[in-house]
């Protein structure tokens, strides 16, 4: 029985040593003991059953696998499980970073975020940020991450492209969290390939409908576009999602990353899936695994069609300017055949039907390319075409206008050919509107019972210029801006002139006359862009204005400064108006 002993803790320890889990070894062994018998307890073999799993068993015994596999989850897998596991919140909640940190269990993915709660979850391959062994980023999930996907109880992952899926290992048996084995296999999927993605949905919809089916993680290299795309329109098979809040969702998702031309095809690809019917799943089953938008939505993130001017009028401001991706012209052409069926043109006549105050200007476009007098004309004989076209119409001129701009104001850069081609553009510029109280582009009745948004009346009051003006009373606040304080887009250079740097003077003079105040520097941006960086951009202008007052005789120890990013918004982030308000620097009085 010594022997036994001895044997079990030598091959319980050994099992451990190579998986990190203690609490299956002794149970395996046992198992194989029990089954095979021993005979010698001086010969062991080890074998691999996994990527990173490996089990000691006698020499020369033959393992009877689904045997060793079959031992009973002690844990149920299920939606709410990974809810809480994760901290799942909105669509947009990343389990992991932008570098894969966030939930060590999971390391080897990126940007990692629910689709279904406990079903499909979306990102990208952690290789180019990988700590211990970096890749090219264009490359499948690296081992640890499948490996650790599989001990997360995932039954399987999606490469969303063809590159690098050569001998790769396509599957890992691991054990779980649940307490038992779990064998994780890999797909190579094209999310191009419409048969690909029709895969996709049945697989998503055997483990939505099937408790013994783990979640899927279906991954692209950075999680932006490509999980995205399927990510959008499993949206639309599950979750019932309309054309344009899968879209939207698509544009929220690339962090960013959404400005080129070329992405306009996924749009179109997005609004063109249908559902398949034979993958649809109940209401209250959509209920349990759908999460919601995020609902502070930053709208300058989302991508607007003309589209959206009919079916969303209300949400579209006076002065915004919306390009008709559909208008293309050949080089060097002013017309193109067929304008009468072309789907923006049609739009934009539906929506001249539909608002008889719309009126808009007809604004041509070119890339930098050829001279500058010929590309203005070109972009005016282009505007010019869309115009005549609507007057043969019957639309009054009055509400109509047209002006070529040539290679001002690109949206894209002209260093290269495929972006180039988006310069050269026809937007639609909104003149005037009928006024509309709804927003159902974007849902902003966040701002309607949020503390922290504060009516015009309120902001002049937060203003610096107020603080100075009404020295001494009660009613002052303890928080103000720094009014006029602008920095240059995505910098934090002071500037060195203007009422924003007249007001930070005054701020020195009344520091200097106030020995004993203490003052924290808040530096807040709106909602654009990766918040990473906007927490980083803010900190580094609260700093900038934290060195100016230092270099300016106040003690660095009545001052600290800190960057928010977009917290805290203090006017809706969907108007450029609302987010020139939200990047600011506050001054915080504080006490002792």
Known sequence: MKNLEAFCDLAWYLYCTFTGMKRFGFIYLGFWLLTFGISSFGQLDTVKVGLDTYVIIPAGTKINYDSLFAINPQVELNPQFYIERYKEGDLMYKITDNKGNGFD???????????????????????????????????????????????????????????????????????????????????????????????????????????????????????????????????????????????????LGTDGANTSPRYQEQRERIKNFEPYPEFMISDSLQKCLCPEMPKNIDSSQLHVEIEHLVVVPEAIPVGFQIVLYNVIFAPGRTTFAGIENNPDVVYLMQALDVDPNLVIEIGGYTDASGSYSENVSLSTQRAKFIYDFLITKGYAPERISYKGYGPANPIYSNKYKSTREGNRRIEVKIINKTQHAGNQLVDESVYENNANVVDAEKLKKMSLSYFFANQGSSELGSVFIIDSLNFPSSMATLPTSGIGKENLDKLVTYLKENKYVKITINGYTDASGIEENNIVLSDQRAKAVYDYLIANGISASRLSYKGHGSQNPIAPNRYKWGRDINRRIEIEFVAD
């Open 105 to 251: 269990s999971l390391y080897g993915t990126r940007n990692m975020r629910p689709v279904l709660h406990g079903v499909a979850y979306r990102g990208g391959a952690n290789n180019y940020y990988h700590l211990t062994d970096k890749r090219d980023n264009q490359n499948p999930l690296p081992l640890d991450g499948m490996h650790n996907l599989c001990q997360e109880g995932f039954s399987g992952g999606i490469y969303l492209y063809r590159k690098g899926i050569d001998e790769y290992p396509m599957a890992d048996t691991c054990s779980c969290i649940d307490q038992s084995w779990n064998t994780f296999n890999y797909h190579q999927l094209d999310y191009f390939d419409s048969t690909h993605v029709y895969e996709m949905m049945k697989m998503t919809y055997l483990s939505a409908t099937n408790p013994e089916i783990g979640p899927i993680y279906l991954h692209c290299w950075n999680g932006w576009h490509a999980s995205g795309y399927v990510s959008a329109v499993m949206l639309k098979q599950f979750c019932e999602f309309s054309n344009w809040d899968a879209v939207n969702y698509w544009d």
